[in-house]
């Protein structure tokens, strides 16, 4: 099974909203925190939101007051909520641990984030 598995992306115009999801295979994970990270072509990839396992949040700057993220540990899931979307939000979305480094960490095939009128 694949641990990690990105779902939710998509076109949008700037202004508008998407949800993503990662669904997790195995219990470990609702007891790590998660984060969502984002690679843009060309720049390096960011952590932009993470959540503890008592479910709170850290957010980057850049996405502060737009994001939310949350998880489901019944359904071993966590979410990103994007509101305001704008062109620079554009990336591929992935979720993994926080740190990325550590034992549990999995880079999935991620989800796609277009962000263009």
């Known amino acids: 099974q694949v641990p990690l598995v990105e779902s939710g992306g998509g076109l949008v115009q700037p202004g508008g909203s998407l949800r993503l999801s990662c669904a997790a295979s195995g219990s470990i994970f609702s007891i790590l925190q998660m984060g969502w990270y984002r690679q843009a072509p060309g720049k390096q990839r960011e952590l932009v939101a993470s959540i503890t396992v008592g479910g709170s949040t850290n957010y980057a700057d850049s996405v502060k007051g737009r994001f939310t993220m949350s998880r489901d540990n019944a359904k071993n899931t966590f979410y990103l909520q994007m509101n305001s979307l704008k062109p620079e939000d554009t990336a591929v979305y992935y979720c993994?641990?926080?740190?990325?480094?550590?034992?549990?960490?999995?880079w999935g095939q991620g989800t796609q984030v277009t962000v263009s009128s």
């Open positions: 993994n641990t926080v740190p990325s480094s550590g034992r549990y960490s999995y």
